[in-house]
């Protein structure tokens, strides 16, 4: 299953960089932004998740990603979590960026986790950018910032928004200089994040892909599993303690 040229990048590797999009969650049993089904199938994504969706309706927004959020927090990691979790044990230099807005990487134990699209979990003020501290409960009505009255919002990055300036920076500056990249349970359609296994391959990293699904980038990995992350990540966690003599 694993070649001799993945076996011997592993074993000169110290620095590892994962990037991981909604496949991952969704083998948790969270559905993809595009697989929204029942009631939620009958919106067009803009009116959910952009600055102009919100600003005509506020209520409904909220309502949404009110409900994807108590889907989150029900919901489990599974073993390809659990994977990269030991996986940043394993490597001195290590980093993940994640475009998954649900925290489930950091609810399976890995710390150096990178929020592309930020997170379902957070909520900040819309027009002052003051970060809304308190729970919020929509059937309590719409919350509004205590400094400037606006409305507070979902803090993720929505259709027609910039990604965190910062993160990006890290993620690009991470990619530049990694041994090895991962790409898992991502389309590879969503810019800028789809350039970054492009940006790894272009600096000399062995890219894995780890996709059930062929992608756009699939014929420039190093190698590419068909496979959902929770049945292969597992097992190239053990191939790298094995290679590595580790555990």
């Known amino acids: ?115 592309l699209h930020g997170n379902i979990m957070s909520a900040h003020c819309n027009n002052c950018g003051l970060v809304y501290m308190n729970e919020i409960d929509i059937t309590q009505g719409l ?31 991470f990619t530049k200089s990694v041994d090895i990249f991962f790409t898992i349970g991502t389309s590879a359609e969503v810019y800028p994040a789809a350039h970054l296994p492009h940006l790894a391959k272009e600096s000399g990293a062995f890219v894995v892909e780890v996709n059930p699904n062929e992608t756009s980038f699939t014929r420039f990995a190093d190698i590419s599993f068909r496979n959902p992350s929770g049945e292969i990540l597992p097992k190239i966690l053990n191939l790298i303690k094995e290679v590595k003599s580790y555990g």
């Open 1 to 115: 299953m694993f070649s001799e040229e993945f076996r011997q990048a592993i074993s000169s590797a110290n620095s590892v960089m994962i990037l991981t999009g909604a496949g991952v969650s969704k083998e948790s049993g969270l559905d993809t932004f595009r697989d929204a089904g029942g009631h939620w199938s009958r919106y067009n994504p803009i009116e959910l998740a952009s600055p102009q969706g919100f600003a005509a309706d506020p209520k409904l927004v909220w309502e949404w990603y009110s409900a994807r959020k108590e889907k989150a927090l029900a919901a489990e990691p599974n073993p390809g979590h659990f994977a990269i979790t030991e996986m940043e044990q394993i490597f001195p230099n290590f980093s993940l960026f994640t475009q998954n807005v649900d925290r489930l990487h950091q609810k399976a134990g890995s710390k150096k986790v990178h929020e």
């Open 143 to 173: 919350p509004h910032c205590a400094v400037c009255g606006g409305y507070a919002r979902p803090s993720v990055v929505w259709f027609g928004e910039q990604l965190p300036e910062e993160i990006l920076e890290k993620a690009i500056n």
